[in-house]
């Protein structure tokens, strides 16, 4: 794998330092909590609309989505299929309702409908869920320069988490919403640039149909699983369902990204800029998915590595297990010579029995990975070791630094740590702001504007120490994307269903909500753990849909006896879903 050239460290460099510095002058002097925390509310919508993106769109985005699309193909793009349906609702109900009440965070409308321990709680979640979330979104890119550079985690955890707390601290929210749009602006031509570039390294005699065909005939096209099976993560309805809850979760309740369109001018800004990120967010994951099939499709006319990690590659070959590893790697290199001679026998002759041998050797070459994964997992445990055997995260950047020209390797790379900085700089302001709002104004009392923004700064800085420092003993799980995401779905559910508490059910009153809040989230972290020891059969995705479910029904059974006749109507209902949901879990 090749290092970096002067050329690539110019423009990484340049494109990195133009961001910050222009986000920082442009929102220099923030001195009261308005301008500090939302931005002076004066962001137009497509500023709010490409917040919101960046917010989401982290470098994990830009590692991980990728090399699920090379191992498993576009169905991953199923998991935001919800995604629009979420941003009518938020634009209808949160965002109105948190205008008119010039609310600074989401979890102050909690305690003027409910009491203040319920706006505690459900502060308190979101700083536990998007801490940690902060600390992946540091820890993704360390993982590409670390592979990059040769430098250790640790160091460059600490560097780009120092970096984005410089200007979050300085600029508030204003700074980060400025510097995000210009980062998306980055990101867009970035990805575009890779896919032409993928595109015409492939082949002469292929062309763009015949490498889309070759992507179909590998199973990595299908896009949509219309089957209610909950062996399979990513399907038409765990995006519609359980994708369409994460994501009035992640977008009405989660302070980093409400905090992005309360920025807004107006309601009609803040709505046109949700809207915006709804139209723009599918179509812009499916192309990212697709530069991934095409990466693929790339690595069937070009070698690719048995494990993309070289970490990995390089631990296993400097240990007893070097010969079986070489064996696998060999074996590897003439199934590439087989399916070469299939695709092009596929592609010139499109008959069916190419494209079932085109399959068999396929899954005899995903065997032939998943050996060297034990390999390499047993050459860690012998050596004491942790290593990731999974190379999902590492595919795309293997493919940038090994085929891209000089001078590309550096904007794409930029591409990537704008996406972290971006990223992570909205959870900082965030979780510095519901600290200030939620926790440290409401029991401390009033305060001082230059305080309050004082007090803020101070909290942003320690939690981007915070996220440095659970970045530093972050390790990888399955792929980082997931990671986050299942995170996000064993906190989101919860809070989620105690807004909806709050938006339609007027008669629960606090004590019965806050109970609820913390028996289902016990129960939720439950779930997951027994779903993790295959004791049941319970995607991630879905705990957003029972965690929001589970709050609901408790706290209408709490205060069974003060609901309407409506009320109970709904609660028997739900309680039929529930329960017929539970049976197919179990």
């Known amino acids: 794998m090749q290092t970096l050239n002067w050329i690539d460290w110019v423009v990484l460099s340049l494109t990195l330092f133009a961001i910050v510095a222009y986000g920082t002058w442009q929102t220099r002097g923030s001195k009261n909590v308005k301008d500090y925390l939302k931005g002076g509310s004066a962001s137009h919508w497509w500023t709010i609309g490409l917040s919101v993106m960046a917010t989401q769109a982290s470098a994990i985005t830009f590692l991980s989505t990728p090399g699920q699309a090379f191992n498993e193909g576009m169905g991953f793009v199923q998991f935001y299929f919800g995604l629009p349906i979420a941003m009518i609702v938020i634009c209808m109900v949160f965002i109105p309702l948190y205008h008119r009440l010039k609310v600074y965070t989401a979890y102050e409308f909690l305690e003027n409908r409910f009491d203040l321990k319920t706006r505690t709680l459900t502060a308190i979640l979101f700083l536990i869920q998007r801490g940690l979330a902060a600390g992946i979104t540091i820890f993704a890119p360390a993982i590409v320069l670390s592979v990059v550079l040769g ?14 707390i410089i200007y979050t601290v300085s600029g508030g929210t204003r700074a980060v919403n400025v510097t995000q749009k210009h980062q998306m602006v980055v990101i867009f031509i970035g990805m575009l640039v890779a896919f032409f570039l993928i595109v015409s390294d492939l082949p002469e005699d292929i062309t763009f149909r015949e490498a889309v065909d070759i992507a179909g005939a590998s199973g990595k096209m299908e ?19 359980g994708g369409t809850f994460l994501m009035l979760s992640y977008f009405g309740t989660d302070q980093s990204q409400v905090q992005r369109y309360l920025s807004g001018k107006s309601v009609k ?30 690595y069937q006319f070009n070698e690719a590595p048995i494990n993309f990690n070289p970490t990995a590659t390089e631990l296993v070959l400097n240990s007893e297990y070097s010969e079986d590893y070489q064996t696998l790697q060999n074996q590897q290199k003439h199934i590439f010579k087989e399916k070469k001679e299939l695709i092009y026998s596929f592609v ?38 942790k290593v ?92 980082l994307i997931q990671l986050v995401n299942i995170i996000g779905s064993i906190f989101y559910g919860n809070v989620l269903g105690i807004f909806l508490v709050a938006f339609f059910f007027k008669s629960v009153k606090g004590n019965a909500v806050f109970i609820s809040g913390i028996i289902t989230q016990i129960i939720i972290i439950g779930l997951y753990f027994l779903n993790l ?7 991630f995705l879905w705990l957003n849909f029972v965690g929001c479910m589970v709050v609901i029904i408790l706290s209408l059974i709490i205060d069974f006896n003060k609901t309407t006749h409506i009320d109970k ?13 539970g049976s197919l879990i179990v």
């Open 569 to 581: 109507g709904i609660l028997v209902a739900l309680i039929g879903i529930l329960s017929y949901f």
């Open 223 to 241: 896009a949509l699983d219309f089957s209610f099976n909950l062996n399979n993560r990513y399907t038409f309805w765990s995006g519609i369902i």
């Open 388 to 479: 990731e055997s999974n190379d999902e995260d590492y595919v795309f950047i293997h493919f940038i630094l090994n085929n891209l020209p000089r001078g590309l390797i550096g904007l794409l790379l930029a591409v990537i740590l704008s996406a972290a900085m971006s990223s992570t700089a909205s959870e900082l302001n965030a979780l510095g702001s519901t600290t200030t709002i939620d926790l440290y104004k409401r029991n401390v009392g009033e305060k001082t504007e230059e305080q309050m923004v004082s007090a803020s700064k101070w909290f942003t800085l320690l939690w981007g120490i915070i996220a440095i420092g659970v970045a530093c003993v972050g390790e990888l799980a399955e792929n």
């Open 533 to 539: 020891y295959e004791f049941i059969n319970l995607p």
């Open 348 to 385: 010139n002759q499109d008959n069916q029995q190419a494209k079932e041998q085109l399959i068999e050797i396929n899954e005899k070459s995903n065997k032939l990975k998943q050996q060297a994964k034990y390999l390499i997992e047993q050459a860690g445990e012998k050596q004491q070791i």
């Open 151 to 164: 430098w250790d985690l640790l160091t460059l955890n600490i560097i780009i988490g120092v970096i984005v």
């Open 269 to 298: 800004e803040m709505q046109l800029g949700l809207i915006f990120n709804g139209l723009l967010k599918v179509p812009m994951q499916f192309f990212i998915l697709f530069i991934g099939v095409m990466v693929f499709v790339f």
